[in-house]
């Protein structure tokens, strides 16, 4: 049994932790540990999460110095992991039960160059309660040009720490986007599996990091990770259009994706999708 390393970056969401911390305690799954960072709170995050972790050794609680951002938070969670396998869990998100248990399930069974697994997620309201299945989440057709713009994976994304270890890491600098910059990353040292079931409970609420009053500023910082992502990989051209050498705007970056919501790519990503090719 592979060990679990549930990673938890917060900053000022202690009044939701207690569905969060109630959804890890009842995992089916029994082998992992939570890695809780929190960026310098200024609400009683601490006194909420440590009272509800108590003296439970499979928690660890630990704060940054000053505040540093989303990026250097997550990036220092995984650094203290000592899981085989991670995922990050927003504290004021929640798991279902078998969550953990169905991801590294399909590890098990997934040839060897699988490096992560990631489920459809539902949309919450603020007291958690499920409205709607975000079924834009699909299994991606893996390769050099995959961006995931327009987004097709998402939590809850599972993935190998050796795999992590392979590349640059997290950038710390980002304050959004992170996510995408650690798929990006992820998926150049190897493939990804899609488990159709919905195993996450993604909470919307007006403080939500990632949601309507960052929206600006997640599509640029996304933008910059793209790009970084081009200059990784080396690609200069995109269906004839030059990549920048350096960022411009992020209108620069998407327009070179535009090709991909058009009808013929979409059928063809599905055909090699389905086919593995």
């Not at 986007?177 to 409970?201: P, S």
């Not at 990549?243 to 599905?270: A, C, D, G, H």
Request: glycine share 4%; aromatic share 12%; hydrophobic share 35%.
């Amino acid at each position: 049994m592979s060990k679990i390393s549930i990673l938890i970056a917060n900053y000022n969401n202690g009044k939701y932790f207690s569905e969060c911390y109630d959804s890890i305690i009842s995992q089916s799954y029994e082998d992992w540990e939570v890695i809780i960072v929190d960026d310098c709170s200024t609400d009683d995050s601490t006194e909420i999460i440590t009272g509800l972790i108590k003296d439970d050794s499979r928690f660890r609680f630990y704060q940054n110095n000053t505040n540093k951002g989303c990026g250097y938070t997550k990036g220092k969670c995984i650094d203290l992991a000592t899981g085989d396998l991670c995922a990050f869990l927003d504290p004021d998100d929640a798991l279902y039960p078998y969550a953990l248990e169905r991801s590294a399930d399909e590890f098990k069974k997934s040839r060897n160059n699988i490096i992560a697994v990631y489920s459809q997620l539902i949309f919450c309201d603020e007291k958690l309660n499920p409205r709607e299945v975000f079924t834009k989440i699909k299994q991606v057709h893996n390769h050099k040009l995959f961006f995931n713009a327009p987004i097709q994976m998402s939590a809850f994304f599972m993935f190998k720490r050796e795999a992590y270890l392979k590349t640059s890491g997290i950038n710390p600098a980002l304050k959004n986007a992170v996510d995408q910059d650690l798929y990006l990353k992820l998926l150049e040292t190897g493939d990804a599996r899609f488990i159709n079931e919905v195993l996450y409970k993604y909470r919307l609420h007006s403080n939500g990091i990632s949601q309507q009053t960052s929206k600006q500023s997640a599509k640029e910082s996304f933008a910059r990770v793209i790009h970084e992502a081009m200059k990784r990989r080396k690609i200069t051209v995109i269906q004839n259009l030059p990549v920048p050498e350096t960022f411009t705007t992020s209108e620069e970056i998407y327009s070179l994706l535009n090709y991909q919501t058009k009808i013929p790519y979409r059928l063809m990503n599905k055909i090699r999708t389905s086919l593995h090719i």
